[in-house]
Each structure stands twice: as structure tokens, then as C-alpha cells.
């Protein structure tokens, strides 16, 4: 896991970043308090679609957990479609 600083002063993991649609077929990582993207080009592709999947997994468990929480569900596991 890499540690990443971003122009705005967040530093946290990179898999920490939301990932977001960069265009052109694209995926990259976003900034979770400036939205800055960054694309990862310099990565290889298995570099690339491993850091992805781990920020998309690590985001579901922030939204089903923070939906549980608002619920009052909080020791029920459900799918994420229940809490959008």
C-alpha cells in the first residue's frame, strides 16, 4: 500500500481515493477532499487495475457502512443497493 500526498494536503493511502471515470475509457483516482484526479499512467496495467479494485472495494465498505449506521442497522449485513 502506498502513502500519497495530494496538492491539497490530504495524505492517507492511495487506495484510499475514490476511484473516478478519467475519460477515454479511462479510470484514475480522486482526491477525497480536492477531487484532483490522478490517472496512474506511469503504472503498469496489473499495477493499475489492482490499485483501482482495492480503492472501488475499500469505498463499498465506507457507503454500506455509513448507510447500516444511518439506519440503525448496524449489525445487519446487506447489500449495498439497500442503503442508495
Known amino acids: 500500500m502506498a502513502r500519497e500526498i495530494c496538492f491539497c494536503g ?3 493511502e492511495l487506495e ?3 476511484p473516478v471515470y478519467a475519460g477515454d475509457g ?3 483516482l480522486g482526491c477525497p477532499m480536492c477531487g484532483h484526479v490522478d490517472r496512474l ?3 503498469s496495467e496489473a499495477a493499475r487495475a ?3 479494485a482495492e480503492a472501488a472495494r475499500r469505498r463499498e465498505g465506507v457507503h454500506l457502512c455509513r448507510g447500516m449506521i444511518s439506519e440503525g ?3 445487519v449485513w446487506s447489500r449495498r443497493s439497500d442503503y442508495q
Open 16 to 18: 484510499d481515493r475514490e
Open 50 to 52: 489492482w490499485t483501482l
Open 41 to 43: 499512467e506511469g503504472w
Open 10 to 12: 490530504w495524505v492517507g
Open 73 to 75: 442497522r448496524s449489525h
Open 26 to 28: 479511462g479510470w484514475g
